[in-house]
């Protein structure tokens, strides 16, 4: 199953995400995301990933066949332009140091043909950070987080074993609170686990959690 | 009309997102990005975003009621939780530089009640990185994209004019090639350029790029 990248702009109107949904599942397409543009005007953009078997070509002439349909475009998915996304979320100070670091490593695999995005945000509170937590498990393509503060716990120690439970790496400074015993890995220096946690999601990387001998560095 | 996050997990199989988005239309939702989890198991997980008028509660029972719906959640949008985002592309070195300065700055506005997330990805040649900037157009909640290398040029520049015309705010290093000619703002210092993209999309701010008497500093 190849997955393709699906633009298109039609009439805005009800039936029609409907209209273009049927002909992607009459072409035995798997809608894997599906997000409308933010500004409506008369003509509406919506983005479709779609796993399809075979050329998309037939595809794309059932969608131009539509009277809404204005343009048809194929472009490449976010996973191939984009790729694996890292996640840091905490203080200012620290997210931003733990970013030159992952996005220094991250330049080097990418060089080498990976795919890896850089993604933060400061944030401040127990509360908007669990739910930033909870978050990255509803992200698309995210990979690993990293919890960038000086004292963090309670529910945000809660939602990082809520998240590692789905599948995702998550990565902790050395700070004060809970956080660093629920997390797979502990870094005390932010430039070190930023590169660290790009070490661990690249396949150009040797790298491998599971194969150190400690978990706190 | 309210802006809703809806997580649900329901039995895989063909018709079931069909289903789900049959129950959001009859309660006069509209639906603004639908997105699957990538692990497919017994179950899958979907994240909706619904525009709705009035309380959720009828739509999450409806959707309750559906044989393969196993769990619904209502969660926070991601507009509410990260918010507006600047996508950093570019060299790795420059990247960093100006993440730096724009997690400092999105910090000290998101204390005040903000929400802006810094995004980034390190990418080298002039195809991959046109192909990022156009691929801006299709991210969600992306409100600037800041090009920070030393040479970016020809179809760089072209997807530069194609996305600020869809309405994003474009700022560029002081580099060589014509890209900053074609930006909205060109900053000399990463870390200024990185805040001053901050202080343009942020409302807790009162710098206004078309207020500037100059667009290069």
């Known amino acids: 199953m190849e997955k393709i990248g699906l633009v298109v702009l039609a009439d805005t109107g009800p039936g029609v995400l409907h209209q273009v949904t049927g002909i992607i599942g009459r072409h035995a397409g798997n809608i894997t995301l599906v997000e409308l543009s ?3 005007g008369p003509a509406a953009r919506t983005y479709f ?3 399809l078997p075979g050329d998309p070509a037939a595809l794309v002439a059932g969608i131009r066949g539509l009277a809404v349909t204005r343009q048809v475009e194929v472009v490449n998915t976010m996973q191939k332009i984009y790729g694996k996304r890292i996640i840091i979320v905490g203080g200012g100070a620290q997210v931003g140091q733990v970013a ?6 991250a330049d080097r695999h990418n060089i080498r043909g990976e795919h890896i995005s ?3 945000i400061p944030l401040v509170g127990e509360g908007p950070l669990a739910e930033a937590v909870r978050a990255v498990g509803r992200l698309p393509r995210a990979r690993a ?4 503060g000086s004292l963090m716990g309670g529910d945000i120690e809660v939602a990082v074993r809520e998240v590692r439970a789905q599948g995702l790496l998550v990565v902790s400074l050395n700070m004060a609170g809970s956080v660093p015993d629920a997390a797979d890995l502990v870094v ?6 930023g590169v660290m946690t ?3 999601i690249a396949e150009t990387a040797k790298f491998r959690i599971d ?3 400690k978990r706190v560095f």
């Open 38 to 40: 933010e500004d409506r």
């Open 49 to 51: 990933e779609i796993e």
């Open 100 to 105: 030159l670091g992952a996005i220094a490593e």
């Open 118 to 120: 850089v993604d933060t």
């Open 145 to 148: 987080l990293v919890l960038a």
């Open 188 to 193: 005390s220096d932010p430039v070190q686990a």
């Open 198 to 200: 790009v070490m661990a």
């Open 211 to 213: 194969r150190l001998s």
